[in-house]
T-cell receptor, first 112, second 114 residues
Framework: KQEVTQIPAALSVPEGENLVLNCSFTDSAIYNLQWFRQDPGKGLTSLLLIQSSQREQTSGRLNASLDKSSGRSTLYIAASQPGDSATYLCAVSLDTGNQFYFGTGTSLTVIP | GAVVSQHPSRVICKSGTSVKIECRSLDFQATTMFWYRQFPKKSLMLMATSNEGSKATYEQGVEKDKFLINHASLTLSTLTVTSAHPEDSSFYIC??????????FGPGTRLTVT
């Protein structure tokens, strides 16, 4: 069974810092990996989707990398802002149209 | 992009009553819909997978008689929490996948059972 782990569980940084969130998964035979943002009491906002054949995706200040063979992904956030404060979830899917296996999440606080 | 809606966004009910949550794919046909549950400060756990026109497949530990799932059309799946109890209070999120690439998540429904 696929297990997804995220480290750290919580992170607090001053505004302007660059930071890295980590995600690891036990079964490397994934179809894709997705990073989500979740604000308190809200649903999921998709940030970046990486297909298994890709190594990274970028959107604005966000960059996600994927090393499928080692079962790892990182989400890099540049020049963090207080508005980036949220919980970040990574999730992997084993096939198109299949369920996502979610990580445990990293709660990020960016201090003004 | 594809849009998935959920209704209601919030519901409060009394213990012992049943609550129905709808998940709709607004601009695509969803051949498969997934229902997830999220406890406070926890990650999302898959409850069940439903394919249009067939019975849902439940994950281990999820009571199928308590969480009734119906996927009667390509754009609608419903989750009914029967005889709800306070421990059923949670955030329920659906996602939909279809012939288009990708899987899209609804905004979630906050259920509170008093």
């Amino acid at each position: 069974k696929q297990e997804v782990t995220q480290i750290p569980a919580a992170l607090s940084v001053p505004e302007g810092e660059n930071l890295v969130l980590n995600c690891s998964f036990t079964d490397s035979a994934i179809y894709n990996l997705q990073w989500f943002r979740q604000d308190p009491g809200k649903g999921l906002t998709s940030l970046l989707l990486i297909q298994s054949s890709q190594r990274e995706q970028t959107s604005g200040r966000l960059n996600a990398s994927l090393d499928k063979s080692s079962g790892r992904s990182t989400l890099y956030i540049a020049a963090s802002q207080p508005g980036d404060s949220a919980t970040y979830l990574c999730a992997v899917s084993l096939d198109t149209g299949n369920q996502f296996y979610f990580g445990t999440g990293t709660s990020l606080t960016v201090i003004p | 992009g594809a849009v998935v809606s959920q209704h209601p966004s919030r519901v409060i009910c009394k213990s012992g009553t049943s609550v129905k949550i709808e998940c709709r794919s607004l601009d695509f046909q969803a051949t498969t819909m997934f229902w997830y549950r999220q406890f406070p400060k926890k990650s999302l756990m898959l409850m069940a997978t439903s394919n249009e026109g067939s019975k849902a497949t439940y994950e281990q530990g999820v009571e199928k008689d308590k969480f009734l799932i119906n996927h009667a059309s390509l754009t609608l799946s419903t989750l009914t929490v029967t005889s709800a109890h306070p421990e059923d209070s949670s955030f329920y999120i659906c996602s939909a996948a279809g012939r288009i690439a990708g899987q899209y998540f609804g905004p979630g429904t906050r259920l509170t059972v008093t």
